[in-house]
């Protein structure tokens, strides 16, 4: 099997971890597939510590410029020392968040300018663009409630304290990137059971990184329904 870098996106509380665990899971279980689960901004030693300074909130008195330059400084350190050798060891990718977040939360969100944007991220990501990007879509209230629940008592992030209206803005800007992307972006339902959208989430993957096998899971299980049958007439028959 090629090794593929999958990415997750999409705002505060979709459920892009969990999702992200069950896609590791199944591929390994179904199809063999090794993979590598990290996040962003992190990933690496350095990225964890911009992680933090991102998050605390320290660096967002400097405006959504920083915001950037500091996303894609751990970007490029998360690419050199973990995405890239990754992959070039045949293993598969799962990050959640990636370039995407960066022109949704500092571009659309936080109006820096697309040309800014896509200049700092053409630095650090270069040729590393995603086969495949999952956008988790659902409702900003429900998302924010999710999110709050999973925090519990600690403390809201840089951006998960952010009002409903920017988080819903930030919505809008993930759901248009199928339709600006189509051939890496695929939007998919977060609403209801963990299992459900993780079905979702399995079929966007294996109709486009695994066709073959897609194709093949359907005749496999049409042989043994057939197999199952004539075992059961054979029977009744003796």
Same mark, same amino acid.
């Given at each position: 099997m090629p090794a593929h870098f999958i990415t997750f996106e999409g705002g505060?509380?979709?459920g892009k971890t969990t999702q992200i665990s069950l896609l590791a899971e199944r591929l390994k279980s179904e199809l063999g597939v090794e993979s590598v689960m990290t996040r962003e901004p992190g990933g690496s030693a350095r990225a964890e510590q911009l992680r933090e300074l991102i998050l605390s909130g320290a660096a967002e008195q400097y405006g959504p410029f920083a915001e950037a330059v500091l996303f894609n400084m751990a970007r490029a350190d998360h690419i050199a020392e973990l995405i890239a050798p990754s992959l070039k060891a045949g293993k598969t990718v799962i990050c $959640? #968040?990636?370039? $995407?977040s960066t022109r949704v939360y500092q571009g659309v969100s936080g109006d820096l300018p697309s040309d800014i944007v896509?200049?700092?991220e053409q630095v650090a990501v270069g040729k590393t663009i995603p086969d495949l990007t999952l956008v988790l879509d659902i409702d900003a209230k429900t998302a924010m409630e999710r999110a709050g629940a999973r925090r519990g008592s600690e403390e809201a992030d840089r951006f998960e304290k952010e009002a409903l209206d920017i988080q819903a803005a #930030? #919505? #809008?800007a993930f759901r248009k990137l199928p339709e600006t992307y189509p051939d890496r972006c695929v939007l998919i339902n977060a609403r209801g059971k963990e299992a459900a959208v993780s079905e979702r989430v399995?079929?966007?993957v294996s109709e486009r990184l695994y066709p073959d096998t897609a194709a093949i899971v359907p005749d496999a299980m049409a042989q043994l329904d057939q197999a199952v049958a004539e075992l059961v007439s054979t029977e009744a028959e003796s």
């Open positions: 505060e509380g979709v $959640d #968040r990636f370039m $995407d896509l200049g700092l #930030r #919505r #809008r399995w079929k966007a």
